[in-house]
Protein backbone atom coordinates (compact mmCIF):
# COMPACT_ATOMS: atom_id res chain seq x y z
CA UNK A 1 0.00 0.00 0.00
CA UNK A 2 1.55 3.22 -0.73
CA UNK A 3 1.61 5.48 1.96
CA UNK A 4 -0.98 8.44 2.09
CA UNK A 5 -0.27 11.89 3.25
CA UNK A 6 -1.57 13.39 6.42
CA UNK A 7 -1.83 16.98 7.94
CA UNK A 8 -2.23 17.06 11.88
CA UNK A 9 -4.00 20.83 12.44
CA UNK A 10 -3.30 21.64 16.16
CA UNK A 11 0.15 20.85 17.45
CA UNK A 12 -0.78 20.68 20.79
CA UNK A 13 -0.62 18.32 24.17
CA UNK A 14 -2.71 15.32 22.39
CA UNK A 15 -0.91 15.89 18.93
CA UNK A 16 2.32 15.64 20.20
CA UNK A 17 1.05 12.62 22.25
CA UNK A 18 -1.02 10.62 20.25
CA UNK A 19 -1.39 11.27 16.85
CA UNK A 20 1.83 12.35 15.55
CA UNK A 21 3.92 9.52 17.23
CA UNK A 22 1.62 7.05 16.19
CA UNK A 23 1.72 8.33 12.69
CA UNK A 24 5.43 8.22 12.51
CA UNK A 25 4.98 5.08 13.88
CA UNK A 26 2.64 3.94 11.07
CA UNK A 27 4.40 2.49 7.86
CA UNK A 28 1.24 3.38 5.95
CA UNK A 29 1.38 7.12 6.58
CA UNK A 30 3.26 10.24 6.02
CA UNK A 31 3.24 13.28 7.38
CA UNK A 32 2.57 16.22 4.97
CA UNK A 33 1.81 19.36 7.32
CA UNK A 34 1.89 20.11 10.44
CA UNK A 35 -0.63 23.27 11.00
CA UNK A 36 -1.22 25.35 14.18
CA UNK A 37 -2.24 29.49 14.63
CA UNK A 38 1.14 29.82 16.42
CA UNK A 39 3.56 29.28 14.09
CA UNK A 40 6.01 28.07 16.57
CA UNK A 41 4.16 24.81 17.60
CA UNK A 42 3.98 23.99 13.85
CA UNK A 43 7.68 25.15 12.82
CA UNK A 44 9.29 23.31 16.42
CA UNK A 45 7.17 19.79 15.32
CA UNK A 46 8.85 19.99 12.28
CA UNK A 47 12.17 20.53 13.47
CA UNK A 48 11.09 17.41 16.57
CA UNK A 49 9.55 14.91 13.95
CA UNK A 50 11.93 15.79 10.66
CA UNK A 51 9.92 15.83 7.93
CA UNK A 52 7.05 17.65 6.95
CA UNK A 53 6.06 21.46 6.20
CA UNK A 54 4.82 24.14 8.67
CA UNK A 55 1.89 25.53 8.19
CA UNK A 56 -0.17 28.24 9.82
CA UNK A 57 -3.32 27.99 7.17
CA UNK A 58 -5.24 24.80 7.43
CA UNK A 59 -6.86 25.43 3.87
CA UNK A 60 -3.09 25.39 2.80
CA UNK A 61 -3.71 21.51 3.78
CA UNK A 62 -7.02 21.34 2.44
CA UNK A 63 -6.02 22.89 -1.17
CA UNK A 64 -2.95 20.32 -1.44
CA UNK A 65 -4.29 17.18 -3.63
CA UNK A 66 -1.93 15.01 -2.19
CA UNK A 67 -3.32 15.57 1.22
CA UNK A 68 -5.93 11.97 2.03
CA UNK A 69 -6.37 12.56 5.61
CA UNK A 70 -6.27 15.13 8.28
CA UNK A 71 -6.51 15.05 12.15
CA UNK A 72 -8.14 17.74 13.54
CA UNK A 73 -5.97 18.47 17.16
CA UNK A 74 -7.69 21.85 18.04
CA UNK A 75 -9.59 23.17 20.92
CA UNK A 76 -13.26 22.41 20.67
CA UNK A 77 -14.27 25.58 19.40
CA UNK A 78 -12.76 24.90 16.13
CA UNK A 79 -13.27 21.15 15.66
CA UNK A 80 -16.83 21.73 13.22
CA UNK A 81 -15.41 24.17 11.32
CA UNK A 82 -12.42 22.40 10.21
CA UNK A 83 -13.74 18.96 9.93
CA UNK A 84 -16.61 20.58 7.49
CA UNK A 85 -13.74 22.22 5.77
CA UNK A 86 -11.99 19.47 5.03
CA UNK A 87 -14.85 16.88 4.16
CA UNK A 88 -16.14 19.44 1.80
CA UNK A 89 -12.30 19.44 0.50
CA UNK A 90 -12.55 15.48 0.09
CA UNK A 91 -10.46 14.35 3.09
CA UNK A 92 -11.41 11.39 5.67
CA UNK A 93 -10.78 12.94 8.92
CA UNK A 94 -10.01 11.96 12.84
CA UNK A 95 -11.91 14.89 15.28
CA UNK A 96 -10.31 14.63 18.58
CA UNK A 97 -13.02 14.14 20.99
CA UNK A 98 -15.52 15.33 21.53
CA UNK A 99 -16.93 16.22 18.49
CA UNK A 100 -18.30 19.62 18.75
CA UNK A 101 -19.21 21.53 21.69
CA UNK A 102 -22.90 21.28 21.25
CA UNK A 103 -25.01 18.81 19.85
CA UNK A 104 -26.10 21.60 16.76
CA UNK A 105 -22.04 21.51 15.54
CA UNK A 106 -22.05 18.02 16.07
CA UNK A 107 -24.66 17.61 13.61
CA UNK A 108 -23.36 19.83 11.08
CA UNK A 109 -20.51 17.66 11.09
CA UNK A 110 -22.94 14.66 10.50
CA UNK A 111 -24.58 15.94 7.61
CA UNK A 112 -21.32 17.28 5.84
CA UNK A 113 -20.18 13.89 6.47
CA UNK A 114 -23.30 12.48 4.83
CA UNK A 115 -23.13 15.07 1.98
CA UNK A 116 -19.82 14.59 1.31
CA UNK A 117 -19.25 10.96 1.83
CA UNK A 118 -15.87 10.65 3.34
CA UNK A 119 -15.13 9.20 6.20
CA UNK A 120 -15.38 11.66 9.62
CA UNK A 121 -14.09 9.63 12.82
CA UNK A 122 -14.08 10.92 16.43
CA UNK A 123 -11.34 10.75 18.46
CA UNK A 124 -13.14 8.09 21.27
CA UNK A 125 -9.72 6.04 21.49
CA UNK A 126 -11.16 3.40 24.19
CA UNK A 127 -12.73 2.04 21.43
CA UNK A 128 -9.59 0.82 20.39
CA UNK A 129 -8.10 -0.17 23.72
CA UNK A 130 -7.60 -4.01 24.62
CA UNK A 131 -9.17 -4.15 28.26
CA UNK A 132 -12.06 -2.16 26.82
CA UNK A 133 -12.78 -4.51 23.53
CA UNK A 134 -12.68 -7.80 25.69
CA UNK A 135 -15.06 -6.27 28.03
CA UNK A 136 -17.86 -6.31 25.54
CA UNK A 137 -16.90 -9.56 23.97
CA UNK A 138 -17.98 -10.86 27.31
CA UNK A 139 -21.16 -8.97 27.94
CA UNK A 140 -21.94 -10.08 23.75
CA UNK A 141 -21.41 -13.29 25.04
CA UNK A 142 -23.89 -13.28 27.76
CA UNK A 143 -21.93 -14.33 30.36
CA UNK A 144 -22.74 -11.09 32.22
CA UNK A 145 -26.59 -11.93 32.03
CA UNK A 146 -29.08 -8.83 31.37
CA UNK A 147 -27.38 -5.70 31.97
CA UNK A 148 -29.32 -3.34 33.87
CA UNK A 149 -27.45 -0.68 35.30
CA UNK A 150 -23.56 0.99 34.31
CA UNK A 151 -22.03 3.06 37.07
CA UNK A 152 -19.65 6.00 35.78
CA UNK A 153 -17.12 7.56 38.08
CA UNK A 154 -13.93 10.13 36.73
CA UNK A 155 -13.85 11.74 39.68
CA UNK A 156 -10.32 13.94 40.67
CA UNK A 157 -8.84 15.73 43.13
CA UNK A 158 -8.95 19.50 42.79
CA UNK A 159 -7.14 19.24 39.58
CA UNK A 160 -9.08 21.96 37.56
CA UNK A 161 -6.90 21.98 34.40
CA UNK A 162 -5.73 25.53 33.13
CA UNK A 163 -7.63 27.21 35.66
CA UNK A 164 -9.18 30.32 33.31
CA UNK A 165 -7.79 29.25 30.29
CA UNK A 166 -9.37 26.79 27.61
CA UNK A 167 -10.21 23.97 29.30
CA UNK A 168 -12.66 26.25 31.64
CA UNK A 169 -13.79 28.68 28.90
CA UNK A 170 -17.65 27.43 27.84
CA UNK A 171 -16.96 29.55 24.73
CA UNK A 172 -14.07 27.48 23.49
CA UNK A 173 -14.42 24.13 25.39
CA UNK A 174 -18.30 23.90 25.40
CA UNK A 175 -18.41 23.01 28.39
CA UNK A 176 -16.17 21.59 31.60
CA UNK A 177 -15.42 17.87 33.27
CA UNK A 178 -18.31 16.42 31.28
CA UNK A 179 -17.57 16.89 27.94
CA UNK A 180 -13.68 17.10 28.93
CA UNK A 181 -13.74 13.53 30.68
CA UNK A 182 -17.24 12.67 30.88
CA UNK A 183 -16.79 12.21 27.36
CA UNK A 184 -14.62 9.01 27.28
CA UNK A 185 -16.11 6.91 30.24
CA UNK A 186 -19.90 7.10 28.40
CA UNK A 187 -18.72 6.35 25.37
CA UNK A 188 -17.14 3.03 26.72
CA UNK A 189 -20.41 2.22 28.21
CA UNK A 190 -21.56 3.12 24.93
CA UNK A 191 -19.58 1.02 23.27
CA UNK A 192 -19.11 -2.11 25.37
CA UNK A 193 -22.97 -1.98 25.74
CA UNK A 194 -23.98 -1.79 21.96
CA UNK A 195 -24.99 1.95 21.91
CA UNK A 196 -28.13 1.59 23.29
CA UNK A 197 -30.56 4.61 22.29
CA UNK A 198 -30.63 7.29 25.03
CA UNK A 199 -34.11 8.36 26.45
CA UNK A 200 -33.74 10.66 29.20
CA UNK A 201 -31.69 12.58 31.23
CA UNK A 202 -31.49 14.29 34.40
CA UNK A 203 -28.27 15.67 36.06
CA UNK A 204 -26.63 18.80 38.42
CA UNK A 205 -23.71 20.73 37.76
CA UNK A 206 -21.79 22.52 40.09
CA UNK A 207 -18.96 24.75 40.40
CA UNK A 208 -17.54 25.17 44.05
CA UNK A 209 -14.18 25.06 44.47
CA UNK A 210 -12.75 26.88 41.27
CA UNK A 211 -14.72 30.44 41.69
CA UNK A 212 -13.31 32.73 42.77
CA UNK A 213 -10.13 31.45 41.09
CA UNK A 214 -7.87 33.28 43.50
CA UNK A 215 -8.84 31.41 45.99
CA UNK A 216 -8.62 28.10 44.21
CA UNK A 217 -6.36 25.54 46.14
CA UNK A 218 -4.95 22.66 44.14
CA UNK A 219 -3.26 19.53 43.96
CA UNK A 220 -2.05 20.02 40.53
CA UNK A 221 -2.82 22.06 37.42
CA UNK A 222 -2.62 20.23 34.26
CA UNK A 223 -2.75 22.41 31.37
CA UNK A 224 -1.80 25.16 33.75
CA UNK A 225 -0.97 27.53 35.23
CA UNK A 226 -4.05 29.45 35.89
CA UNK A 227 -4.99 32.44 34.24
CA UNK A 228 -6.58 34.55 37.20
CA UNK A 229 -7.28 37.03 34.34
CA UNK A 230 -9.52 34.56 32.15
CA UNK A 231 -12.54 32.99 32.55
CA UNK A 232 -13.99 29.93 34.62
CA UNK A 233 -17.77 29.60 33.45
CA UNK A 234 -17.92 25.73 32.86
CA UNK A 235 -18.66 22.99 35.57
CA UNK A 236 -16.07 21.22 37.96
CA UNK A 237 -18.51 18.54 38.86
CA UNK A 238 -21.87 16.55 37.77
CA UNK A 239 -23.91 14.23 38.96
CA UNK A 240 -26.43 12.49 36.75
CA UNK A 241 -28.69 9.50 35.44
CA UNK A 242 -29.51 8.56 31.89
CA UNK A 243 -32.55 5.74 31.11
CA UNK A 244 -32.05 3.97 27.84
CA UNK A 245 -33.48 1.52 26.18
CA UNK A 246 -30.96 -0.83 27.37
CA UNK A 247 -29.09 0.04 31.52
CA UNK A 248 -30.00 2.63 33.46
CA UNK A 249 -26.31 5.07 32.97
CA UNK A 250 -25.57 6.80 36.58
CA UNK A 251 -22.84 9.05 37.02
CA UNK A 252 -20.47 11.32 39.24
CA UNK A 253 -17.60 13.65 37.76
CA UNK A 254 -15.72 15.99 38.95
CA UNK A 255 -12.15 17.67 37.72
CA UNK A 256 -12.24 19.27 41.49
CA UNK A 257 -14.02 17.83 44.96
CA UNK A 258 -12.75 17.34 48.85
CA UNK A 259 -11.85 13.97 48.16
CA UNK A 260 -8.56 13.29 47.59
CA UNK A 261 -8.55 9.51 47.42
CA UNK A 262 -6.88 7.66 44.16
CA UNK A 263 -9.78 5.16 43.38
CA UNK A 264 -12.09 7.85 41.60
CA UNK A 265 -12.03 6.65 38.18
CA UNK A 266 -13.78 3.53 36.97
CA UNK A 267 -16.96 1.82 35.53
CA UNK A 268 -18.66 -0.59 36.97
CA UNK A 269 -21.07 -2.95 34.62
CA UNK A 270 -23.46 -4.67 36.66
CA UNK A 271 -25.24 -7.95 35.21
CA UNK A 272 -27.32 -10.12 35.77
CA UNK A 273 -25.41 -13.07 35.66
CA UNK A 274 -22.50 -11.02 36.75
CA UNK A 275 -20.47 -7.89 36.96
CA UNK A 276 -17.66 -5.84 36.09
CA UNK A 277 -15.46 -2.46 37.17
CA UNK A 278 -13.13 -1.57 34.79
CA UNK A 279 -10.52 0.85 35.94
CA UNK A 280 -10.22 3.42 33.51
CA UNK A 281 -6.79 2.43 31.18
CA UNK A 282 -6.47 -0.18 32.94
CA UNK A 283 -7.41 -3.56 34.52
CA UNK A 284 -10.85 -5.09 35.14
CA UNK A 285 -12.20 -7.81 37.27
CA UNK A 286 -15.17 -10.22 36.65
CA UNK A 287 -17.22 -10.71 40.04
CA UNK A 288 -19.76 -13.93 39.45
CA UNK A 289 -21.12 -17.03 41.11
CA UNK A 290 -20.08 -20.38 40.09
CA UNK A 291 -21.00 -23.90 41.96
CA UNK A 292 -22.39 -21.76 44.63
CA UNK A 293 -19.76 -19.78 45.39
CA UNK A 294 -18.78 -15.84 44.80
CA UNK A 295 -15.87 -15.83 42.93
CA UNK A 296 -13.45 -12.80 41.77
CA UNK A 297 -11.58 -12.94 38.71
CA UNK A 298 -8.70 -9.83 37.74
CA UNK A 299 -8.09 -9.70 34.16
CA UNK A 300 -5.35 -7.60 32.50
CA UNK A 301 -5.09 -7.86 28.86
CA UNK A 302 -1.90 -7.09 27.46
CA UNK A 303 -2.95 -4.05 26.22
CA UNK A 304 -1.20 -2.81 22.56
CA UNK A 305 -1.18 1.37 22.28
CA UNK A 306 -4.58 2.25 21.97
CA UNK A 307 -3.77 5.93 20.15
CA UNK A 308 -1.87 3.53 17.92
CA UNK A 309 -4.64 1.14 16.97
CA UNK A 310 -6.93 4.08 16.51
CA UNK A 311 -4.72 5.35 14.12
CA UNK A 312 -3.72 2.55 11.80
CA UNK A 313 -7.38 1.78 11.80
CA UNK A 314 -7.93 5.56 10.61
CA UNK A 315 -5.01 5.26 8.33
CA UNK A 316 -6.96 1.83 6.21
CA UNK A 317 -9.98 3.56 6.85
CA UNK A 318 -9.13 6.73 4.60
CA UNK A 319 -8.32 4.23 2.00
CA UNK A 320 -11.45 1.89 2.30
CA UNK A 321 -14.19 4.07 3.81
CA UNK A 322 -15.27 1.69 5.62
CA UNK A 323 -16.80 3.05 9.14
CA UNK A 324 -15.42 2.09 12.08
CA UNK A 325 -16.74 1.95 15.83
CA UNK A 326 -15.82 5.66 16.17
CA UNK A 327 -17.64 6.62 13.57
CA UNK A 328 -19.72 10.50 14.30
CA UNK A 329 -22.67 8.51 12.90
CA UNK A 330 -22.35 6.41 16.18
CA UNK A 331 -21.14 8.71 18.32
CA UNK A 332 -23.33 11.59 17.63
CA UNK A 333 -25.62 9.76 20.71
CA UNK A 334 -22.85 10.52 23.03
CA UNK A 335 -22.90 14.04 22.14
CA UNK A 336 -26.90 13.86 22.70
CA UNK A 337 -26.56 12.64 26.11
CA UNK A 338 -24.05 15.26 26.75
CA UNK A 339 -26.34 17.87 26.00
CA UNK A 340 -29.67 16.82 27.34
CA UNK A 341 -27.60 16.65 31.05
CA UNK A 342 -26.46 20.18 30.15
CA UNK A 343 -30.16 20.94 29.39
CA UNK A 344 -31.55 19.13 32.54
CA UNK A 345 -28.70 20.95 35.09
CA UNK A 346 -29.82 24.49 33.56
CA UNK A 347 -33.31 23.39 34.00
CA UNK A 348 -33.45 21.50 37.24
CA UNK A 349 -35.49 18.92 36.02
CA UNK A 350 -35.51 15.64 33.82
CA UNK A 351 -35.50 16.11 30.23
CA UNK A 352 -35.70 13.90 26.74
CA UNK A 353 -32.47 13.28 24.67
Not at 12 to 18: E, L
Not at 325 to 335: A, D, L
Request: charged letters at 25%; hydrophobic letters at 40%; one cysteine or more.
Amino acid sequence: MEKIKVAVIGCGTIANSAHIPSYMNCDEAEIKYFCDIIPQRATDAVAKYGCGIAITDYHDALNDPEVTAVSVCTPNYAHKEISVAALKAGKSVLCEKPAARTLAEAEAMLEAQRKYGKILNIGVVNRFNDNVREIKKIIDSGALGDIYHVYVSFRAHRSIPGLGGAFTTKDIAGGGVLIDWGVHYLDIVMYCCGDPTPLTASAETFSKLGNPMEKYVYEKMWAGPPKYDGTCDVEESISGIIRTNGPVITLHGAWAQNIGEEDGRYIDFMGTKAGIRLWYGGKFKVYGVKDGKLTTEEIDVVNSDMFQNEINAFVRDSVTQEKLPSHIEVNIKTQRIMEALYASAEQHREVMV
